[in-house]
């Protein structure tokens, strides 16, 4: 009786053994399995991501001749540099980096600034006609800045504050196409390039702050400047780099403001859309005139140019990448 | 036949004293009806402007011009931004495109804001787009297009309300010559297809021996000079 028990005892505990492990080699598939799909996943899209950026690194060292050579793909036989000289000289590079560079940081300084104190308006400070106020800031995110063209234009073309400087410049503005002013100005005063949108990050996130910090702040008797500068700002960094990056990534590409408000835009945005026709032309000087140009080697070197014009904003995201998850993850702002 | 643009004794003069540039003085030019007009000179001096005291975007020191033989310097601002919408079409060098919307929609977008009715809009819309040839990409989004393209469809936003002068300034400045060709063959399609008069501005010696007409900045002067061409 007892021996029986014990037996049954113990093909009981077998039986749950084996059910045991095979939940375990079950689990274990399971999670092998999500492993693979993960990689799977992960793999699939850096290579969405980087594929197009190896390829066009593979064809800047290409040689004229590895063009027609149907044995390369990707690795060059003839490794050589003669594209990137050929775009360095023609794009005039480093001067339009460093253009680019000065516009893309001042535009990008200027906006934070604003936008932080006008969004801090905008969380804080109870006035009539603030949602009016915020509405239209709103507005300015909706209505695309294509639209005011030719107004736009003539603002700046005949620049002037209410009559004043037609004053004293014998009745004309001042001109300011072809200058950085018109950057300057309109980051400096909170609607330059998507000022709205960055208006909206800063308020949405003093909004979240919690007003106790400022009121400890002012029963010590900070005022209001003091407290947003020593209290609200190092609280905002998150937000700050987040709007850093976007304003300046964004002034760097952008194209249309470039092109408006510069009779000549020497910066990599310009640069790069005028690439094909720079390269074009200068192609068909060496070999003589004629419209022998090669299509394939041109496009070879405007590849190369591309590939030069992103090469800053790759280096720059190595350096900021870990702020800069951190923060869109803080701000909740995506893309 | 009465010109479509004329100037008399037009001059344009900027800032004063030390620092005074004279641009032109006392030009006198008229400019025919449905013709494409070309506008040469050197970086700086004074292409666009010229062509913003033809759009009335900015206003002579002194003289007159004259649009479809009204006076220029007699309206108010307006007066010209009504002339500006109903008779004048622009293509800068910048395209201007909105991003969001479909080729499709940017040039509906246009004719919206000129105030076209809603009945008409599709046909001028698939008139403009065929004579710029972009009929199958009706449907695409301007980062979906070339440079080229893009350009072309500023064209045909600016072509679709059917204004009697488009200025282009710089139209072909970012395009390789073989895409700058293709705007010109579209520019004359158009002045072969409608009544407009197309004036643009450029410095690219081959785009020019294309077009028959050219005005040439030299010397505070503007010089007429008219190309043999076989387009």
């Keep these: ?335 | 036949m009465e010109p479509i643009i004329k100037t008399v004794k037009m001059s344009k003069h900027f800032g004063s004293g030390n620092k005074k540039v004279e641009l032109f003085n006392d030009v006198d030019i008229s400019i025919g009806r449905n013709q494409l007009v070309g506008i040469r000179g050197r970086s700086g001096s004074g292409k666009t402007t010229l062509l913003n005291l033809f759009g009335a975007l900015d206003t002579p020191t002194s003289g007159e011009i004259y649009v479809e033989g009204q006076l220029l310097n007699s309206l108010d601002s307006r007066q010209r931004s009504e002339l500006r919408r109903t008779k004048m079409g622009f293509v800068f060098q910048s395209y201007g495109l909105v991003p969001l919307m479909t080729v499709e929609e940017n040039i509906e977008f246009g004719l919206r804001i000129v105030g076209i009715p809603r009945e008409e809009r599709p046909d001028r819309i698939k008139r403009s787009v065929e004579i710029v040839g972009l009929e199958k990409r009706i449907h695409h989004r301007p980062f979906e297009l070339s440079g080229g393209e893009q350009q072309r469809v500023a064209i045909a936003r600016a072509i679709a309300p059917g204004p009697s002068i488009i200025l282009a300034d710089e139209p072909t400045a970012e395009l390789d010559t073989k895409t700058g060709f293709y705007i010109i063959q579209a520019f004359h399609e158009l002045i072969k297809n409608t009544e407009t008069t197309i004036i643009m501005t450029s410095h690219d010696e081959e785009i020019l021996s294309l077009i028959e007409h050219v005005y040439v900045l030299e010397d505070k002067r503007v010089a007429y000079e008219k190309n043999e061409t076989t387009v």
């Design chain 1, 1 to 335: 009786m007892g021996s029986e028990l014990v037996r049954d005892r113990v093909a009981d505990t077998k039986t749950t053994t084996k059910y045991d492990q095979g939940m375990l080699l079950f689990n274990k598939l399971k999670s092998w399995a999500w492993i693979i799909v993960r990689a799977f996943l992960l793999i699939g899209l850096s290579f969405v991501i980087l594929y197009p950026i190896f390829l066009k690194i593979s064809i800047a060292f290409k040689d004229k001749a590895d063009i027609y050579d149907t044995t390369i793909m990707y690795i060059p036989k003839n490794f050589t540099l003669e594209n990137f000289q050929m775009v360095f000289e023609t794009m005039g590079y480093f001067e339009a980096l460093w253009n680019s560079f000065v516009l893309s940081g001042s535009t990008m300084l200027l906006t934070t600034i604003s936008c932080a104190l006008i969004g801090y308006g905008f969380a804080r400070f109870n006035f009539k006609g603030r949602n009016i106020l915020f509405g239209l800031v709103v507005f300015t995110i909706l209505v695309p800045p294509q639209t005011l063209m030719v107004p736009t234009y003539l603002q700046y073309r005949d620049f002037d504050l209410f009559g004043l400087i037609s004053l004293f410049n014998d009745g004309s503005g001042i001109r300011l196409i072809g200058t950085y002013w018109p950057f300057l100005l309109t980051s400096a005063t909170g609607v330059g390039l998507r000022a709205g949108l960055f208006i909206f990050i800063f308020r949405q996130f003093f909004k979240g702050i919690p007003q106790e910090l400022e009121d400890a702040a002012l029963v010590d008797g900070a005022s209001v400047f003091r407290t947003f500068f020593s209290i609200m700002l190092p609280n905002a960094i998150p937000a700050i780099i987040t709007v850093m990056l976007f304003s300046f990534v964004w002034q760097y590409n952008d194209v249309y403001f470039t092109t408006l408000y510069l009779d000549n835009p020497n910066v990599i945005s310009g640069k790069l859309l005028s690439a094909p026709s720079t390269i074009g032309h200068r192609l068909s000087a060496i070999s003589g005139g004629g419209d022998a140009t090669d299509p394939l080697y041109l496009s070879m070197l405007v590849n190369t140019a591309v590939l030069l014009a992103i090469l800053p904003l790759i280096i720059l995201y190595m350096f900021v990448q870990r702020h800069f998850v951190e923060s869109v993850e803080r701000t909740g702002i995506v893309g």
